[in-house]
């Protein structure tokens, strides 16, 4: 069973705040994966505890910086179940993990940070990590 709408909403929105485009049916995930030229950014995005301590907040602060990706997206695990498991189908080499984030250069996945590594990180590691990222990707 979906997590309730009203409960996922604030997060929903805080990704969208940040610039993400919200991928909720398949069909959207396709499209946004055709377009994912250049380092685009895929985020799982979850209602754990780990999400809202670490993950969101260390992206948002990571998107504050120069460059950041030219296109990022974000599926909702336990949300949109069909786009999501579309989502990690295409990254299969990837053992699922939410919340989790994955870096595309050019179509290709060049970065997994799951779960593990952003639990109980400080959200200026988590931004720090994905800067070093887009800096090492877009040098």
């Known amino acids: 069973m979906p997590y309730d709408p009203m409960l996922v909403k604030p997060m929903r929105d805080e990704m969208v705040m940040m610039g993400a485009e919200e991928l909720l049916t398949p069909d959207e995930v396709a499209s946004f994966l055709d377009r994912a030229h250049g ?13 809202a301590e670490s993950a969101r907040p260390g992206l948002a602060l ?4 120069s460059p950041v990706p ?13 786009a ?3 989502a990690q189908s295409c990254f299969s080499q990837f053992e699922p993990s939410s919340p989790s984030i994955i870096i595309l250069n050019d ?5 997994y940070i799951p779960r593990s590594r952003l639990e109980g990180r400080d959200p200026r590691v988590v931004s720090e990590m994905l800067i070093k990222l887009y800096e090492k990707l877009m040098d």
């Open 39 to 51: 380092v685009t950014l895929l985020f799982f995005n979850s209602v754990d505890d780990c999400a």
């Open 62 to 65: 990571s998107l504050q910086h």
């Open 70 to 82: 030219a296109l990022i997206g974000t599926v909702f695990a336990g949300q949109n179940r069909d």
């Open 84 to 86: 999501t498991a579309l």
């Open 107 to 111: 179509a290709e996945a060049v970065e």
